[in-house]
């Protein structure tokens, strides 16, 4: 009896610990980044280090202006080619899909989800880039090749999410929109969809998340040109590209200012998670 | 007001209704050409479902052809070396840090899982904390876990580019894939299955490893098959942790490439393109390999 008591109490405890490992890593990982990110920052000085248009590591110049802008050119471009896809893709699998069709189309778009990113840079080196080239000219490593390529890769994720915030919209409001005469596509473009906006908009934001992030694919079609960009046919270099870059030969400030670059980009994950969190604790309202 | 006129409008002729509420090809075609915004609707989603699976298939396709003749049994010999760009030392390494991980990121996952559900309060602060720590988890991009774990491992406990290192830094990454998987499979066991236990007399231990548990065991699987195929198509969190070395690892303490990582290295310096087609189809292998037994596991588990 008394041994039972002991082992209920240990593995009690031992559940405690395992659930604070997740906090324990949150914790290390901002840490970790953050002490050794920030005072680098704060050597090159934060206003040259954001907005610098410099990227000279033998010359001790470090902006990183033309990494903040690539990131964010080239995640728009990825959204502006995923999300229409994504979405639209989404309401087929949603309302328009046969329960037949469903059951091969969903382990199809798992499976683009689970595809490695290095093997959609691969893809993209072989494929997209030299239809670009073909296409535009020049070496086909530009904004517009990573935008496509980021667009594809995010695909699973805007359908995965905005195809269950379809679904969780009560059935009332497509038959209601039906009563009223509507045809089936009106009935679910402008009865259903705008329902599940918050949902689909939250997908959305989670997708901007992995594009921001992506790295492999992205080092592979982007070109990598650490310079301001001025059209999307020029080659951009992102935050995460800049770190895999260069981080295996850096050393001294150099390497702190490539730590200090995922200082920024994890700010902008963190900004991007937190208004993810925001959108979904509103629809659950 | 176009929807109700369109109604009235409609000349009903009972000859050609054949079901209750059927319409035939020829009804449907005549309803979308009064339709022209549905129809133009309908097309869209199709077109882009059609576009999705369309880039699935060439990718998958692609690959497979270009690569399966570039497949030869040199590749897979014991030595690598720079004449011969093996795969099969990544490809046991692949192993090695696939279940060194695992067997870090499994209990630890299994068991917050278990306290989550099982033993704390509703609305406890901890709970909301943990939550929010997963979820930030999962948000953080590989390349920031992989300087973490530069940072963390091989700086700071001059471990040096080390196996360990490296599935230490995954094991923090899949973390919440299994944690939360296992939740749902937790949550998905009716509570009357507790309270049987609890009746007879079992204590909350003994209820959580002999009833809840076995019961939510598929669920578990294909979370952990999830982080399988997390593991293996990781670049960016081991590039600058587990290193770039191309031989399979006596230790947990030696740099290791992972497959991922190999298919990064012959791309990088660009000489290997047939080689990398061949990386690319193993590697693609394996994925579809990991996913179809993932919805087996899933299949088994929705029809009981």
């Known amino acids: 009896m008394k041994k039972s008591h002991v082992s209920e109490g240990v593995m009690h405890a031992v559940f405690l610990v395992s659930a604070c490992v997740s906090i324990l890593a949150v914790a290390l990982i901002c840490i970790f980044i953050f002490a050794n990110g920030v005072p680098a920052i704060m050597k090159i000085s934060p206003i040259k280090f954001l907005t610098g248009t410099n990227w000279k590591p033998l010359e001790d110049q470090f902006g990183i202006f033309p990494m903040i802008v690539g990131s964010i050119y080239v995640t728009a471009g990825g959204v502006l080619v995923g999300v229409p896809i994504g979405i639209l893709c989404a309401v087929f699998m949603a309302k328009f899909c046969p329960q037949k069709l469903y059951k091969v189309l969903k382990p199809a778009i798992e499976l683009l989800a689970g595809i490695p990113s290095i093997v959609y840079g691969f893809f993209g080196l072989v494929v997209i880039v030299p239809a670009m080239r073909s296409l535009f000219g020049g070496s086909g490593k530009n904004i517009i090749t990573a935008s496509v390529m980021l667009g594809i890769m995010i695909l699973p994720t805007i359908i995965g999410v905005a195809e269950s915030s379809i679904r969780a919209v009560p059935d009332s409001y497509y038959e209601g929109a039906l009563g009223l005469g509507a045809t089936h596509e009106r009935a679910v473009f402008f009865a259903v969809l705008p329902a599940a906006k918050s949902g689909i908009l939250a997908g959305v934001i989670l997708g901007i998340g992995r594009v921001i992030g992506e790295t492999m694919a992205v080092v592979m079609v982007a070109g990598n040109q650490a310079t301001m960009p001025h059209s999307p046919l020029e080659g951009v270099r992102t935050l995460t590209s800049n770190i895999v870059l260069e981080m295996g030969y850096a050393s001294g400030l150099h390497k702190e200012a490539l730590i200090g670059t995922a200082v920024v980009l994890f700010v902008f994950i963190l900004i991007i998670n937190l208004s993810f969190s925001a959108i979904k604790g509103k629809g659950r309202d | 007001m176009e929807a109700v006129q369109n109604v009235e409008n409609k000349k009903i002729n009972t000859n050609e209704i054949q079901g209750i509420n059927k319409q035939t090809f020829a009804q449907k075609l005549s309803a979308y050409k009064r339709q022209p915004l549905s129809l133009f609707l309908l097309i869209v989603v199709c077109l882009s479902a059609l576009l999705t699976v369309g880039v699935l298939l060439f990718l998958i396709g692609y690959i497979l052809v270009n690569g399966i003749p570039n497949i030869k049994p040199e590749l897979f010999e014991w030595e690598y070396n720079t004449d011969n760009v093996s795969m099969l030392p990544s490809m046991i390494n692949t192993l090695y840090m696939t279940g060194l991980t695992l067997l870090m990121a499994v209990p630890v996952g299994i068991f917050s899982a278990i306290y989550m559900v099982e033993y704390a309060k509703r609305g406890s602060k901890l709970v909301k904390i943990v939550r929010t720590t997963t979820e930030t988890l999962q948000g953080i991009p590989s390349i920031v876990y992989g300087l973490f774990g530069y940072l963390m491992f091989v700086i700071g406990c001059h471990w040096g580019y080390t196996l360990m290192a490296g599935a230490i830094t995954l094991a923090i990454m899949v973390l919440p894939v299994i944690m939360r998987t296992t939740e749902e499979a937790l949550l998905s066991v009716p ?70 990582v190999h298919m990064y290295c012959l791309l990088s310096e660009g000489l290997y393109m047939k080689q990398a087609y061949a990386t690319a189809v193993v590697l693609l292998v394996m994925v579809l390999v990991i996913n179809a037994v993932s919805g087996m596991i899933a299949k088994k588990f929705t029809k009981k």
């Open chain 2, 191 to 260: 509570d009357s299955y507790r309270e049987g236990s609890f009746g007879l007399g079992a204590g909350r231990l003994r209820t959580v490893f002999v009833i809840v548990l076995p019961s939510a065991m598929p669920g578990i699987f294909s979370g952990i098959i999830l982080a399988i195929g997390r593991i293996v198509g990781e670049t960016a969190a081991l590039i600058f942790t587990a290193g770039t070395v191309a031989t399979a690892a006596t230790g947990v303490m030696d740099s290791t490439r992972t497959l991922a």
